[in-house]
C-alpha cells in the first residue's frame, strides 16, 4: 500500500530516537540542564512519531474501508 510514510524508516527513526535516549541518560553530570532539554525535546519527538504511527495505521484502515465501499458500489453498478 503506498504509505505516506516508510514503515521500516519510521522503525529506524525510532531506533536512533531511542539509542539517543539511552545515550543522553550516560552524559556527564556538568551538562545537566542541557542534558533536561534534550531530553524533553526527545521525549516530545517520540511522542510524535508515535502519533504518527497511529495517524498511518489510521489512514489505511480508512482506505481499505473506502475502497471495499468501491468495490461493493462498483458490484451494484454492473447489476444495473
Known amino acids: ?3 505516506p510514510i516508510d ?10 530516537l531511542q539509542w539517543l535516549q539511552n545515550a543522553l541518560k550516560n552524559m556527564s553530570v556538568e ?3 542541557e542534558k533536561r532539554k534534550v531530553q524533553h525535546e526527545l521525549q516530545n519527538i ?3 512519531l508515535e502519533e504518527m ?6 489512514l489505511e ?4 474501508l473506502v475502497e471495499g465501499r468501491m468495490h ?3 458490484g ?4 444495473w
Open 31 to 33: 551538562f545537566e540542564e
Open 72 to 74: 461493493d458500489l462498483e
Open 46 to 48: 517520540a511522542t510524535t
Open 1 to 3: 500500500m503506498n504509505s
Open 53 to 58: 504511527t497511529q495517524r498511518v495505521q489510521t
Open 76 to 79: 451494484n453498478i454492473y447489476l
Open 7 to 16: 514503515p521500516p524508516l519510521l522503525q529506524l527513526v525510532q531506533q536512533d
Open 61 to 64: 484502515h480508512r482506505t481499505g
